[in-house]
């Protein structure tokens, strides 16, 4: 399915944006809805991490700009949990 995607950096910070965010959302809002989850950052840190599973499998198909570009985004939702973490 990805080996027709182009070669971007843009692309790959769109997947590496979007992937995380929907996994995200849905812990936030187990985390929100069931109390026993309430202090589980577990399930945010393990959304993040899907990142490089993505990752992997866009360098195993040699699609390296698009790996970057998730990597980006990666950084970027590691900022956003450690700012989450900080002002908890």
């Given at each position: 399915m990805f080996r027709r995607v182009k070669d971007s950096v843009f692309i790959?910070?769109?997947v590496g944006i979007l992937a995380p965010g929907i996994l995200g959302s849905i812990s936030w809002y187990l985390m929100h809805r069931f109390a026993f989850l309430a202090?589980?950052?577990l399930l945010l840190i393990a959304?993040?991490?899907v990142n490089a599973l993505l990752l992997q499998y866009f360098f195993k198909?040699?699609?390296e700009n698009t790996g970057r570009g998730i990597i980006s985004a990666t950084f970027l939702w590691a900022f956003l949990?450690?700012?989450?973490k900080?002002?908890?």
């Amino acid at each position: 399915m990805f080996r027709r995607v182009k070669d971007s950096v843009f692309i790959g910070l769109g997947v590496g944006i979007l992937a995380p965010g929907i996994l995200g959302s849905i812990s936030w809002y187990l985390m929100h809805r069931f109390a026993f989850l309430a202090k589980a950052d577990l399930l945010l840190i393990a959304s993040i991490a899907v990142n490089a599973l993505l990752l992997q499998y866009f360098f195993k198909i040699n699609k390296e700009n698009t790996g970057r570009g998730i990597i980006s985004a990666t950084f970027l939702w590691a900022f956003l949990f450690f700012f989450y973490k900080i002002n908890q």
